[in-house]
């Protein structure tokens, strides 16, 4: 089926940023209303173990709304009652989701049952120790959510990284397949629990729907998210693959709901929802963290902004291009630098390692924005100032921008 509609790169940023929540209106006091109808729109928040500034969930909010309470996601994601709003699952990623796409993951739980779109190891794990599921699921049963520390009968030193201890296993293989669920956490440690315990009774008792259907609602929430992307893009966003993706893709553009386009510079024929409205302009500045829904598809981010990002903690010190934790700066409709920042909280300052420029660089008034959302950031994490640290150039012109706010 031919392409519809044509846009331009530029009109393919604005339609994805404003998409993304970026209208430039912050309220002047955030609300738990505020934050539950953004994560409605994003759809999902990623979760990372990573606290160099904050942990990534709290930051997409924070580059949206402003400055934030973080009991609010904290309250909707693990509160009891019906303050909770959201679930934890594999959405992108470890994920944070609104509890009305809890219905649209079914279908994955009970791939992962049968061993299937889960990772190799934890397959393996599901159908060779039934044993150790069924008794790390009794104890749940028996007392309530729980960590795997609580249930680990290991001896041995855990090694690094994902050297889990059966218990671990048992727990996350019985997460991927919906058998329990996470109900709070402790420090970063997740709390499983039974669904029944944790999920609300309206949610679970919903009728699941069928893998299509279910595959069919993700990417078309995708699209809303995204504004406009490819197919890559859209499946991207829920990890989908390619072979559930594609054939849903074609039934939503033959049932009207999805069109496809073109945009300027891209190979990838592109989809986005019918009758899309382009903003005139997009006026925003935002820090962004590593694992924004704006910039987590990388090769999107180079189409639409022009932008190569790649996070560097894992690269050597010395081979390092930008800086370990790096927060790629909104300014308008550029992604206009890079910031190296880490909040060093036993000195009360929120520590700029590094300043990058992007091509053709920042005006006054973008660095002055810039300087503001440094400002800002501190202030919400309960810092006292804004330390700068980076020799370049462009720190220099930011810390005299810091200066014509009151920052010293």
Wanted: net charge neutral; with cysteine; proline share 5%.
């Amino acid at each position: 089926m031919p392409a519809t509609v044509s846009f331009s790169l530029k009109q393919a940023r604005r339609l994805a940023l404003a998409a993304q929540g970026f209208n430039g209106r912050q309220p002047p006091t955030v609300k738990a209303a505020h934050v539950h109808r953004l994560i409605e729109r994003l759809g999902v928040l990623q979760i990372d173990s990573v606290n160099a500034v904050v942990r990534s969930h709290y930051l997409p909010l924070f580059s949206r709304l402003g400055p934030y309470s973080s009991d609010l996601l904290d309250q909707a994601a693990w509160s009891f009652g019906r303050r909770r709003s959201l679930f934890e699952y594999w959405g992108h990623e470890a994920s944070l989701l609104p509890l009305s796409m809890y219905p649209l993951l079914g279908w994955r739980m009970q791939r992962a049952r049968r061993g299937e779109d889960i990772y190799q190891q934890l397959a393996r794990f599901g159908r060779e120790q039934q044993d150790v599921v069924r008794r790390v699921l009794s104890s749940v049963e028996e007392q309530g959510a729980l960590g795997a520390g609580s249930l680990s009968t290991r001896e041995d030193k855990a090694g690094p990284w994902w050297d889990w201890s059966a218990e671990k296993h048992a727990l996350e293989w019985l997460f991927a397949a919906g058998e329990v669920t996470v109900a709070g956490r402790r420090g970063f440690e997740r709390l499983y629990d039974l669904p029944e315990r944790v999920i609300p009774s309206s949610i679970l008792q919903q009728a699941l729907p069928g893998e299509a259907e279910a595959q069919r609602g993700l990417l078309l929430h995708a699209a809303q998210a995204l504004g406009v992307g490819s197919e890559k893009d859209l499946r991207d966003y829920f990890r989908l693959n390619p072979a559930d993706a594609r054939p849903r893709l074609a039934e939503l553009v033959e049932a009207g709901q999805l069109q496809m386009c073109e945009v300027a510079g891209w190979r990838q024929v592109a989809y986005c929802l019918p009758e899309p409205k382009v903003p005139r302009k997009v006026v925003a500045s935002a820090l962004l963290s590593p694992f924004d829904s704006l910039i987590w598809e990388r090769s999107r981010t180079e189409r639409l902004f022009d932008f190569r990002y790649r996070l560097e903690i894992y690269t050597p010190q010395d081979k390092r291009v930008y800086g370990y934790y790096v927060l790629p700066f909104l300014h308008n409709e550029r992604i206009a630098a890079r910031v190296d920042l880490r909040a060093e909280r036993a000195a009360g300052q929120l520590a700029v390692h590094a300043v990058h420029e992007e091509e053709p660089g920042l005006d006054e008034e973008g660095m002055l924005a810039l300087a503001v959302n440094l400002r800002q950031m501190a202030d919400w994490l309960g810092l006292e100032r804004v330390q700068l640290n980076c020799q370049r150039e462009s720190a220099a012109r930011l810390r005299v921008a810091l200066a014509q706010i009151g920052c010293d």
